[in-house]
C-alpha cells in the first residue's frame, strides 16, 4: 500500500489531470480525498466513479449453464475478498440462482496465496475434497477466473487422462489461458474493450468539467456496469 502512495504522489507531482486505477491497494474513500477525477476499474468505488463487468449476471450466466449440463451438484470455488468487490458479485449471482432452481451447490472460499504455487497447491486440496466427498456425482465448478479454472482442469486430467463426463467446468475473463488450454475452457468473458471504453468517457467527463471557470462536481460518483458473454467450449456441453 506504502508503494502505491508512493506512486499516486509522484504522479501528482507532475500535474496529471486525472487516474484510472485498478489496484486494489487504497480504498475509493482515500481516492477520492486526493481531488483530481479518479475512475476505477473491477474496483472498490463508493466514492469515486467506477466501471465493472456485471458479475451478478456472470454468476448467474455460469450457474445456468451447469444446470443444462445436468450437473448433480454445482461448486463455486473462489478466493477470500471483501464483499464491497464488484467480482463479489459472481458469488451472489451463482448463490441466488442456485437457490433459485433448489440446484445442490456449495461455495468454497480460500486464501488462495500470493504466488502461483501457492494458489495451485490450494487448489489441490480443493479437487481432493471434491474428489472424496462427491465420488458418485456429475460436478459442475465454476471458478473465480481462467486461471483457477486452468489449474483444476489439469489436475482432472492428470487424475482421468482427459475430462471425464463427471466433471464440467467454468471459468472467468476469457483470457488467453482459456481459449489455449489442452481442453479449451468455457468461460464467463469480460468486454475489456467495453470497460476501457467506459472508463476514458468517465474521466474525460470530470476532466472537462474541471477545465469550466465555475466547475461543478458530480453530485454522486458515477458506476457503470458492462454486461458478460458466455463463451462455450469444450469443458461444458
Known sequence: MFVSRKYIHELLAYKIEGLIVLSHALSSRELAAY????????RESEFVCGISTDNYMGGV??????????????????????????AYQRIRGFEDTCVQEKSRYHIIQRDMGESYSATQEQIREIFTEIEEGYPDLKKGIF??????????LKLVIQK?????????????????????????????????????QNA??????????????APKPLEKPLHRQIAPILVRR????
Do not use: W
Not at 481531488?35 to 473491477?42: A, M
Not at 482427459?162 to 489461458?177: A, C, M, N, T, V
Not at 469444450?234 to 456441453?237: F, I, K, L, N, Y
Open 35 to 42: 481531488d483530481i477525477p479518479v475512475v476505477t476499474i473491477e
Open 61 to 86: 450466466q455460469a450457474a445456468s449453464l451447469l444446470m443444462k449440463n445436468e450437473c448433480d451438484i454445482l461448486f463455486h470455488i473462489n478466493a477470500v475478498f471483501p464483499q464491497n468487490v464488484p
Open 143 to 152: 471458478l473465480a477466473n481462467d486461471t483457477y479454472a486452468n489449474i483444476f
Open 160 to 196: 482421468y487422462g482427459g475430462l471425464p463426463k463427471e466433471y464440467r467446468l467454468i471459468g472467468f475473463d476469457d483470457s488467453p489461458i482459456a481459449s489455449e488450454s489442452i481442453v479449451p475452457i468455457t468461460t464467463i468473458g469480460q468486454q475489456i474493450d467495453k470497460l476501457v
Open 200 to 213: 476514458m468517457e468517465l474521466l474525460v467527463l470530470q476532466m472537462e468539467e474541471q477545465k469550466k471557470r
Open 234 to 237: 469444450e469443458t461444458t456441453d
